[in-house]
């Protein structure tokens, strides 16, 4: 059987979506953040050094990181429908998306969370500065960054209706953390239609609707 260590509002969300495209039986072992530092529980480092979710236990194998589960679950579980043919130009973009999704992607939004949240992790006397600092990294550096991003996924998305091709794939599901994160933080106005498209196509599948019935509330559906 497999677990799926599963911390609330976390990327793990993928993982139990996965599965239930897949259709694969699971059992998911929840875990919640503080209320007040949104950090994973200390249990969690029993089971990975890192404390990190998601961490997959099936068997003797245990998997962590998403991409490192994804790319397991497609092996053991094979779905053609979830995974373009080998050699195809639809297989490289999937591989590119995969491995971005958690790559670049990840950098600036990660990087905004933690800016943001310094002026509330301060003295009270020195938030003052740490609001300047972060308004004006936010302004220099960050949300340009951000735009550049999501412009690329949306001309992307102008390209195919997936992100690897015509077909949904697993690559679309790696790639809906950091568009939905993206779109909490900074949101998405009348020149992302085809984002907001791909947020509402994915929100209706019915393996998405049964995978935040598993693992809880989810802020960014």
Known sequence: MITVHHLNDSRSQRVLWLLEELGAPYEVK????DAKTMLAPPALKA???????????????????????????????????????????????FTYWLHYAEGSAMTPLLLKLIFN???????????????????GMNAAMIDPQIAAHTAYWEAELGRSEWFAGDAFSAADIMMSFPVEAAGSRVGYGAD??????????????????????????????
Request: charged share 25%; no cysteine.
């Open 117 to 135: 949240a310094i002026p509330g992790r301060v003295p009270f006397l020195a938030r003052g500065v740490a609001k300047g600092i972060s308004k």
């Open 192 to 221: 992302k239609p085809k984002l907001k498209a791909f947020l509402q196509k994915i929100h209706a599948r019915p393996a998405y609707q049964r995978a935040l019935e598993r693992g809880g509330p989810y802020s960014y559906a």
């Open 30 to 33: 929840r875990y919640q953040r």
């Open 47 to 93: 089971i990975h050094p890192l404390g990190k979710s998601p961490v997959l236990d099936e068997g003797d194998a245990r998997v962590a990181e998403t991409g490192a589960i994804v790319e397991y679950l497609l092996e053991t579980h094979p779905a053609a429908h979830l995974r373009p043919a080998p050699g195809t130009e639809a297989a490289r973009r």
